[in-house]
Every structure is written in structure tokens, then in C-alpha cells.
């Protein structure tokens, strides 16, 4: 089985070339201002309407692997040979904090219902976690991304499209990067490649000393002049973080993403035997978010083939809180980028029969197009050469920056 990766077919070349990434290259999303003040601001001060789901289909499962019980939701049934869309929250958060706000969001909602959807909270970040007994060595990035694995064998998944945001971005990366027959594609927001230095160790160390766990985290997720602003949604945030998260399992997670090591990728082409993503990538930050230098950084690493960079506009450092529908249209185009249309009830029409909302899986060749009825479960064909992508475009070009 091969991940997608940097194998793009003439038809989804085409679509890409005259519907969906050229489209994006000039996309004008509708204005949304963000989320920081209003009635949407105040629910989050109100931690059970914050962290309840509005669907009630989860179900929630504690996952053996080989560095310890991992927490995780799950909404639905693997169908076919559909991927799992699978996410991974930022440090400070968990599942619901990062991501209930997105995943709520109505035009995601018409998106996702068409796959499973399986949250992985990191160990011990739960809500209602207990606290680790003394002594408890929490696993390494790596070994992060290495009990991801049992997830996939537990549900059943042939593969997954990964959601991570900061911390988790790092972790679902190299999760690709260690088993990339795994991953088709990759939706990384503040995600930050590099290791720590020695001055940013030393500034972390002093900056522990003088802060307080809620605040230093809250300095990693928002933007400085969110902070210096102290919006609604920052103070929302840091009670969120100092009464909904166990504060000692947050001190282990947050010095092990600060030891974390370079993600140790290159740009194809640049050095011998480059170890880059495979599958497409879909970057995303905030514009002055703490992140920006960072995701631009590993925006320079990956292959510009399979590589859309997304810089949103009015969303600070938390994009999919602030910004869910912006984001939830991206990540509609880049779905459509991998070979899934979406059809989405269109609420600004009037009048008149409108689809019900479907998520249908393109052929991806032309051998493949002569069985396309395969692909209406998710089949996964296998990809034509980037030659014949090209055909009568020249070289389709997926890296962009779009400052929406």
C-alpha cells in the first residue's frame, strides 16, 4: 500500500489546476471576525457547554500501546476503504478545548459525517485524568507518535488524514515520517520542526520561574498582542487550562515538547536521500500567532508538489477557534486537492432542490477512471506518474501562501 504522497493524476491535476488550488490561490473567504467577544467568547467561560460535544455519538476508549493507555474518542464506523480523519491537540489543551469549536462548526459538521472522526488526547490530558504517580516517565515525542499505531490497528483503519495542532502538528509529522503508509494526508497548524536551543531551554527555564504554568502555556497558543490585550478568549482559555487540565500531567507533556529534537526534514532535491512528508500537507497559521516563524521554517522543508501553506488573517494563534470557517473551507479545497468532492448544502441558496450534502472519492487516473465505481467507497487507486499529472499544464505547484 502506497500513500499518496507526491503522486498526483491527470484528473485530480486538473481539478487542482481549474477548481480547487488555483481557486485557493485566489480565494476571498466571506469576512469573519474573530472570536473574542459576544456570546460564542462567554459559552467559553462556562466549562460545561465548552467541553460538551453537541453530538452525542462519541464514544470514548482507553487504547493499550506500547508506552502506556492512550484516551480517545471516536464518532462512527471505517467505511470501506475511507480514511479515518484522526487529530492531535497542542499541549495545554486536550480533544475538546483544541478542537470542539471546529469540529461543531455546521459546514464541518456536513464534512466530516462522511468519515470517522477519532480525537487522541495526549496521556494523562484528559478531562477528568488522574494525576501520574510520582516517578512516571512521560513518553517522548517519539514515542508519541509510535502509540498511534495501536489506534489505527484497534479501529481498523487502513489510514488515516491527520488534524494536528502545535505540539500535536509535531506529533502527527513524524508519526508520517516513522510510518507513512499510514498517513494520506496532513492538516498542520502552528506546527514548529525545530528542537529547542539552549537560550530557548534557558528562556522556558525563566520564564517558569516567573509565570505561572497556565500563563507560560497561554504565551506558546496566542499571539502577543492577544495577551497584551487579554481578550475574552485568552481569559477564557486560562481558566479553561488551570481548572479543566491536571496540572502535573500538563508540567510532564509541556517539558517533553520543549526536549523535543529537530523534526529532521529536507526539501527533495536539496540533500542526498531527503527525508521529507510523503502525502500532502496542508500548513496552517495564524498570522503574528508564536508559531508563524516556525511553520513558515518547515514550509521550506516539504515538497512544494504536495505542500499548501494557508496564512489566515484576523485569527491569532488559535485559527480553528477564531477562524473555523475559514478553516473549514480550506480544508474542503483540500480534500477536493486528494480526490474527495465534497457536496455541501449551500445555505445562501434560495429556492429550489439543493443536494444533500455527499463526500464521493474522485478516480485518481485514467485506468482508474474506467472503475470508478470503486471509488465511490474510498478506494485508494494507485497514482499515475507526475508526468502525466503535468499533462498540458506544465508543473502544478501545490506551495502557496494565503493570507485569507
Not at 223 to 240: A, D, F, G, I, P
Amino acid at each position: 500500500m502506497k500513500v499518496l504522497g507526491h503522486k498526483i493524476e491527470l484528473l485530480t491535476g486538473l481539478l487542482l489546476h481549474d477548481v480547487t488550488m488555483a481557486g485557493l490561490q485566489e480565494l476571498r473567504f466571506p469576512e469573519e471576525k474573530p472570536l473574542l467577544r459576544g456570546q460564542d467568547a462567554a459559552e467559553l467561560e462556562n466549562s460545561d457547554s465548552f467541553l460538551l460535544a453537541v453530538d452525542t455519538d462519541w464514544k470514548e476508549h482507553d487504547i493499550e500501546t506500547p508506552y502506556g493507555l492512550l484516551h480517545v474518542v471516536i464518532r462512527g464506523s471505517p467505511k470501506g476503504n475511507r480514511p479515518a480523519i484522526l487529530t492531535y491537540h497542542d499541549v495545554g489543551l486536550n480533544h475538546k478545548l483544541c478542537f470542539n469549536t471546529f469540529f461543531n462548526f455546521e459546514d464541518m459538521q456536513e464534512i466530516t459525517k462522511h468519515f470517522v472522526v477519532c480525537h487522541v488526547d495526549a496521556p494523562g490530558q484528559q478531562v477528568g485524568a488522574s494525576q501520574f504517580p510520582q516517578g512516571y516517565q512521560f513518553p517522548s515525542m517519539e514515542q508519541l507518535a509510535a502509540m498511534l499505531p495501536s489506534v489505527v490497528q484497534h479501529f481498523g483503519f487502513k489510514y488515516v488524514i491527520g488534524i494536528g495542532v502545535g505540539a500535536g502538528a509535531y506529533v502527527l509529522a513524524k508519526f508520517a515520517l516513522i510510518f507513512p503508509d499510514l498517513v494520506e494526508g496532513l492538516v498542520l497548524m502552528n506546527i514548529d520542526p525545530n528542537g529547542k536551543g539552549w537560550i530557548d531551554w534557558a528562556a522556558t527555564k525563566l520564564s517558569g520561574l516567573t509565570s505561572t504554568l497556565p500563563d507560560t502555556v497561554l504565551s506558546h497558543l496566542f499571539s502577543q498582542e492577544e495577551l497584551v490585550s487579554n481578550t475574552e478568549l485568552v481569559q477564557s482559555y486560562r481558566q479553561q487550562i488551570s481548572n479543566v487540565v491536571n496540572q502535573a500531567n500538563l508540567q510532564l507533556f509541556w517539558n517533553m515538547y520543549n526536549s523535543r529534537r529537530d523534526l529532521d526534514i529536507s526539501r527533495p532535491g536539496t540533500v542526498p536521500n531527503a527525508k521529507t512528508l510523503r502525502c500532502p500537507v496542508m500548513l496552517v497559521v495564524g498570522d503574528n500567532a508564536p508559531a508563524e516563524d516556525g511553520v513558515v521554517e518547515c514550509n521550506s522543508k516539504l515538497d512544494p508538489t504536495t505542500t499548501t501553506f494557508l496564512k489566515m488573517a484576523d485569527s491569532g494563534g488559535l485559527p480553528q477557534v477564531t477562524q473555523p470557517g475559514k478553516l473549514t473551507e480550506a480544508f474542503k479545497y483540500f480534500l477536493q486537492g486528494m480526490g474527495y468532492i465534497a457536496y455541501l448544502k449551500d445555505r445562501r441558496l434560495s429556492g429550489g432542490a439543493v443536494p444533500s450534502a455527499s463526500m464521493t472519492r474522485l478516480a485518481r487516473s485514467r485506468t482508474a477512471s474506467l472503475t470508478s465505481a470503486n471509488s465511490v467507497d474510498g478506494s485508494r487507486p494507485q497514482a499515475c506518474t507526475h508526468s502525466e499529472s503535468s499533462e498540458g499544464l506544465g508543473q502544478v505547484n501545490h506551495t502557496m501562501e494565503v493570507s485569507c
